[in-house]
């Protein structure tokens, strides 16, 4: 598996309901991709929002970073939507699951 993680702050007063079509789209997109995985995002208090996207390789991730319409995304995402961002990428990461025995 290969992890990627988004970390982002939005501009203050931006589209939120273009912004939230174009999010949309980008995931509807993303699970349509070869090797695509699995996909959740989170949103803090205090404003920071968290990416998770699974791919079953580095090379699925990098397809999709590389993707036409994902680019014109990032490239409005640069320029419009985030005030900041970090992007966190590894391969095979350790991974450590905890399942409760508990009944319902």
Known sequence: MY?????????AGIDTAA???QADRME?????QPG????????????EAVAL??????QSARRWGRQAEHLV????????WYD???LYA???PQIRKFVSARPD
Do not use: M, P
Request: charged letters at 40%; aromatic letters at 14%.
């Open 3 to 11: 992890l990627v993680v988004f970390r982002n702050r939005k501009c």
């Open 19 to 21: 912004y939230d079509r």
């Open 28 to 32: 509807q997109l993303a699970r349509e």
């Open 36 to 47: 695509f995985l699995a996909f959740k995002s989170f949103t803090s208090d205090d404003g």
């Open 53 to 58: 996207s699974e791919w079953q390789d580095e």
């Open 73 to 80: 995304a990032q490239a409005k995402g640069r320029e419009s």
């Open 84 to 86: 900041e961002y970090t």
């Open 90 to 92: 590894c391969d095979d």
